[in-house]
Every structure is written in structure tokens, then in C-alpha cells.
T-cell receptor
């Protein structure tokens, strides 16, 4: 399965600021996914990042709040913009390990907004 | 709305017990199903794939029932190290929907 390096692992940020999360994959992948996991909740898909095109956002998530970059087939960033305490969550990137083989996740970024 | 539902638990069981989790999904077009394990403060990790024919890996057995739209996970001879949250997921390529997870606590 793919190996994903995600950073930062955690951060405490002031409200109104932005944080950029990075994910590096050890192989080329077509799609990378960004999830949010709030305390006691499951994984909610924020957006799908494709190389060479704009990310596709799920209902409730917008590009201005969560801009995504996908400059090549092994790397992606997610920015959480103009943060508020409600953005405190764990953010995870993931890739698909081939059709029917499930997803591999990065180690996650634990974000606390104060 | 396409959802995956599972009992949040917690399931508190003694070592050696057999425990079963069920999960229902609403999207009949879903093609791929998986069980993930998530330890506290860790990322989810793939436990096993789920097939209609059943899938067994040691003490773990997963089953898919397409007619009733549910998947199951059976853990036999529970170990302390099995304590975790188990997430079921189903969907199609690039579109997996995750349940909220079932918390399992195995006690000595």
C-alpha cells in the first residue's frame, strides 16, 4: 500500500489565521482525498484533489475556506482559511490503493483553533 | 442521502469473547466495502475487504449481504489489543462513505 507523509501532525492556531497541511505520497496517484474527523464523529470528505484540475468539493465545503493545491501526482496541500474554533478537528489526506483495495490515510493533522 | 450506519457501541467484552459488528448502507450501487480499525489519536487503517463470499483473516471474518445491504465483522477470541474503533465503509472508486465507527473495549 501507499505510504503517506502528512504534516504538521498537530498545531494550535489563532482564530482568523490560516494553516496549510501537506501530504506527500511515495507513489503517483490520480486522486487524493481530504477528510475531516471531528471528535467522536466519522470521516467527512471535504474534497477530492486531482492533478491538473480544480478540486471537487463536497456539499458544505467551499474552495474559499478550504483551498487545495495538487501540483503533481505525489503531493497535495489543504489550507484551512480564516479559522474559527469550529474548525478544530483532525484533518486527514488519503489515497486509493488501487480499485477495490481501500484507502490509505496520512497520519492526520490535529488542529486546535483558539 | 447516501449513508453508512453502524452501532456506535461501546461494546465492552471480556478477553476471549466473540463479538460481531453490523453496518448498513443505503446506496445499493456501492461496489466496494471495507472495515477499518482506528486506534485512539491515530489514523484509520485498513483491516480487511468485504466480499459477498465472505472474507476471513485469522480471527476476523467479514461478510457482505447485498440483498439486505449490510456488512458484518466477526472477531473471535478477542484480545486486549483488539480494543479500538471499527469503521465500516462502502462506495465506489473515489467515493467511499464511512460510518461513525463502533468502539470496542476488550477487558481482562
Amino acid at each position: 500500500s501507499a505510504v503517506i507523509s502528512q504534516k504538521p501532525s498537530r498545531d494550535i492556531c489563532q482564530r482568523g489565521t490560516s494553516l496549510t497541511i501537506q501530504c506527500q505520497v511515495d507513489s503517483q496517484v490520480t486522486m487524493m482525498f481530504w477528510y475531516r474527523q471531528q471528535p467522536g464523529q466519522s470521516l467527512t470528505l471535504i474534497a477530492t484533489a486531482n492533478q491538473g484540475s480544480e478540486a471537487t468539493y463536497e456539499s458544505g465545503f467551499v474552495i474559499d475556506k478550504f483551498p487545495i493545491s495538487r501540483p503533481n501526482l505525489t503531493f497535495s496541500t489543504l489550507t484551512v482559511s480564516n479559522m474559527s474554533p469550529e474548525d478544530s478537528s483532525i484533518y486527514l489526506c488519503s489515497v486509493e490503493d488501487g480499485i477495490g483495495y481501500g484507502y490509505t490515510f496520512g497520519s492526520g493533522t490535529r488542529l486546535t483553533v483558539v | 442521502r447516501k449513508e453508512v450506519e453502524q452501532d456506535p457501541g461501546p461494546f465492552n467484552v471480556p478477553e476471549g469473547a466473540t463479538v460481531a459488528f453490523n453496518c448498513t448502507y443505503s446506496n445499493s450501487a456501492s461496489q466496494s466495502f471495507f472495515w477499518y480499525r482506528q486506534d485512539c489519536r491515530k489514523e484509520p487503517k485498513l483491516l480487511m475487504s468485504v466480499y459477498s463470499s465472505g472474507n476471513e483473516d485469522g480471527r476476523f471474518t467479514a461478510q457482505l449481504n447485498r440483498a439486505s445491504q449490510y456488512i458484518s465483522l466477526l472477531i473471535r477470541d478477542s484480545k486486549l489489543s483488539d480494543s479500538a474503533t471499527y469503521l465500516c465503509t462502502g462506495g465506489s472508486q473515489g467515493n467511499l462513505i464511512f460510518g461513525k465507527g463502533t468502539k470496542l473495549s476488550v477487558k481482562p
